[in-house]
């Protein structure tokens, strides 16, 4: 299985401040995509990112949120002002191969803990 | 909105014997399946999956069962192992990419 990784692994942050959280992607996925976890519930989506765009969100994904990739690589969230509600396990996950086999596999990262004091 | 659920919270099955997990689902515009095995303050790892025109997909001890008319699939594990212990999602998306849809999660404790 293809590799994602992910930084850090743990951030722990006051309440209002802000955090980036990194995924360094695999080549040949097109598709870059963010879920969290709260503890003890299911995985949710957060938002999807295709050429540069982000091509779906759900409504988790607020004003307070955004995704880029700023130097072409590395994928990041980022969280403007962290609410307590926002501690979770935050994963990076990707897809889609560029080779055109039409695969809708999303591989995860090991995930950042987030924990918002 | 649970559109994919998996009913079962927690399965205890003796080492050697048959896992069997299930889960259903409500859109019926979902194409594609997928099962996720995952450790504690580990990420989701892919196991199998099975796109909507098959009925079955078997990988070394998995097998995914899929049936669209009931909206139910199924992974089975054969013989199961100690390392299989962890916890299962089973996941949904529509065609082409689009987010994945998880189900609660199913604990399997595979026993000595």
């Known amino acids: 299985e293809p590799e994602v990784t992910q930084t850090p692994s743990h951030q722990v942050t006051q309440m209002g401040q802000e955090v980036i959280l990194r995924c360094v992607p695999i080549?040949?996925?097109?598709?870059f995509y963010w879920y969290r976890q709260i503890l003890g519930q299911k995985v949710e989506f957060l938002v999807s990112?295709?050429?540069?765009?982000?091509?779906?969100k759900s409504e988790i994904f607020d004003d307070q949120f955004s995704v880029e990739r700023p130097d072409g690589s590395n994928f990041t969230l980022k969280i403007r002002s962290t609410k307590l509600e926002d501690s979770a396990m935050y994963f990076c996950?990707?897809?889609?191969?560029?080779?055109?086999?039409?695969?809708?596999?999303?591989?995860f990262g090991p995930g950042t803990r987030l924990t918002v004091l | 909105d649970q559109q994919v659920k998996q009913n079962s919270p927690s399965l205890s099955v003796q080492e050697g014997r048959i896992s069997i997990l299930n889960c259903d689902y409500t859109n019926s515009m979902f194409d594609y399946f997928l099962w996720y095995k995952k450790y504690p303050a580990e990420g989701p790892t892919f196991l199998i999956s099975i796109s909507s025109i098959k009925d079955k997909n078997e990988d070394g001890r998995f097998t995914v069962f899929l049936n669209k008319s009931a909206k139910h699939l199924s992974l089975h594990i054969v013989p199961s192992q100690p390392g299989d212990s962890a916890v299962y999602f089973c996941a949904a998306s529509g065609r082409g990419a689009q987010k994945l849809v998880f189900g609660q999660g199913t604990r399997l404790t595979i026993n000595p």
């Open positions: 080549s040949n996925h097109l598709y």
């Open positions: 996950a990707q897809g889609g191969l560029s080779g055109g086999a039409g695969t809708d596999t999303q591989y």
């Open positions: 990112f295709y050429n540069n765009e982000i091509s779906e």
